[in-house]
């Protein structure tokens, strides 16, 4: 400086708020303000360490605001039947979005934009921003035209977490959080069970609520344990469509694209990614739904994952409960649960080091099924300071024993006793209490369910001519058969058929109380390959040995499975199947099997 009228001289910077991202259109990202993810982005924009599963309808790999982000080696196609698939195959590690209307005119590309919430390529300058950064996403094909059905969906859940599945192979690290933008009516035994597996693995799963403005349950976000995801709007209240009830847990914007409140000439709507079937070119799209609101939750959660990494899911749920921005009547009620999903607190809640102490279970949901009889939970201090030895209280079910293992206070023991209870499903809760809070855990239990030996009547198990339904081979569990047995006393049948022709069969089992070798007939237990409600084709070998042939024994009480069997009879004329009858062609029963599919959750 060689001025005498001048002290110093230096550049006049421009300081930006670092959480901004850069990218086009997210100034129509309403949505993300909304939550303050911009102060969170402040804390944490993701760790490349969580993966994150999405559940739906594939995705555009060539997007270039997705591409990059894809964990291409561990995507997977999990659809079963070409003609839900609409890509000609069945199940392969390609899970490419072909899209869900056969007529490829108005295909949703549903699972792209599910997938751009969550993390699209940000601050980039080029399209939006996800709501995370920097982690993986591993796409998990199940949904097609029509929906997709329980068994694709569930066998896409185990294998997001790393368990065994009917692909016979896994990811090559398991997901830390799933995204279910998807819903049905149905409380699948078979889902049900997949979810059961996946939270005990340690995998957070969060599902859309359902598009019914309705308070009756949606499944899979009505299953215990699951972060259930309500939608709002611009205005603050709860989407026209959001189904609301107890099972919720948060809300997020979800949108809706009946109003442009804000005045920015477009739609209220969630913006994301799609791709414009005309012209097979990447788009940008507005869209609402709870389908909508759940990947900003799933977003928020894989931020939570990569600050501490590990924390069992039923941690994540209390953390996500906690702390919300408390919204409708005061307290959790059933429009908002416990309010909007609030990414700033959370984070600060996992990041920060309590002085007092703090309960946390490894799960608030345990599912015994019809043969379990023992589990355990840990308990541990989220906290500082002493948690002291919970006390143990159980409601609501004299069947269900529960306390810690000798000489400690973080192992408990839930212990369920079947003895002289009827058929059914049971449910109780065991309740804890401690000086740093108290949880409560659900646990359901079955008797007398599909599969357990001692059902009235022998079992038979029928391999059926798929063009004709007539029954080509049958074995029972008659004894001295030996063709049917619980082998390990632990109410798993197995059965082996002498040798038929090689080719393609349904496989049914059922038993038969009354003893006319006929099968599923009304109020008898029935079960076909893989599930009651979408039955596959089993492929005979010739010389070798053909198994994986699982299944279970179930009273159709569902209405896919009902209305099915249902429509089944009132075809034929007849109770059920039986050996050398004649039914339906494969025509009429490719019709009734696409009537009975899961719709996905837009």
Known sequence: NLEPDVVYAEPNYISRVEGVPNDQFYKHQWHYPYINLPAAWDITTGNANTVIAVIDTGAKYA???????????????????????????????????VGDDPDKLKSTFHGSHVAGTIGASSNNDIGLAGVNWSSGLMILRALGAGGGTDYDISQAILYAAGLPNATLKSPSKRANVINMSLSSDGDSATERDAISKALGAGVCIVAAAGNQNSSAPRYPAAYPGVIAVGSIDLSGARAPYSNYGSHISVVAPGGNSATDSNDDGYVDGVLSIGWNEDT??????????????????????????????????????????????????????????????????????????SSQPKLIVSTLSLDFGSTETEMTVTISNGGGGDLGKPTVTITGASWLKAQFSAGSNSVLIVRVERTGLATGQYTGKVKLASNGGSAEITVVMKVG?????????????????PR?????????????????????????????????????????AGNDPNGNRIICEANEYCGFYPVLSQWSEVRIQPIENTGGVDFVLEKPTTAASASLLEELRLKTGQSGFAIGRETLSAIELQRVFRQKLHEAGR
């Open 63 to 97: 997007h270039p605001d997705l591409g990059a982000r894809l964990i291409t080696g561990d995507c997977y196609d999990f659809i079963t039947d070409p003609q839900i698939s609409l890509d000609g195959g069945g199940p392969d590690p390609n899970a490419e979005d």
């Open 280 to 353: 097979d070119k990447p788009a940008y799209v507005f869209k609402q739904g709870t389908s909508m609101a759940a990947p900003h939750v799933a977003g928020v959660v894989s931020l939570l994952l990569g600050k501490k990494p590990g924390m069992p899911p039923a941690e994540i749920k209390q953390v996500l409960e906690k702390t919300a921005l408390d919204i409708g009547d005061p307290g959790k009620d059933d429009e908002y649960g416990y309010g909007l999903v609030d990414p700033v607190k959370a984070l600060k809640e996992v990041t920060s080091v």
């Open 449 to 465: 369910t599909p599969g357990a030996s001692g059902l009235p009547g022998e079992i038979l198990v029928l391999a059926l001519d």
């Open 468 to 508: 004709t339904l007539e029954g080509v081979g049958t074995i029972d569990s008659s004894p001295g058969a030996e063709q049917v047995t619980d082998k390990n006393q632990d109410g798993i049948l197995e059965f082996q058929f002498p040798p038929i022709f090689a080719g393609f069969y349904f496989v049914a």
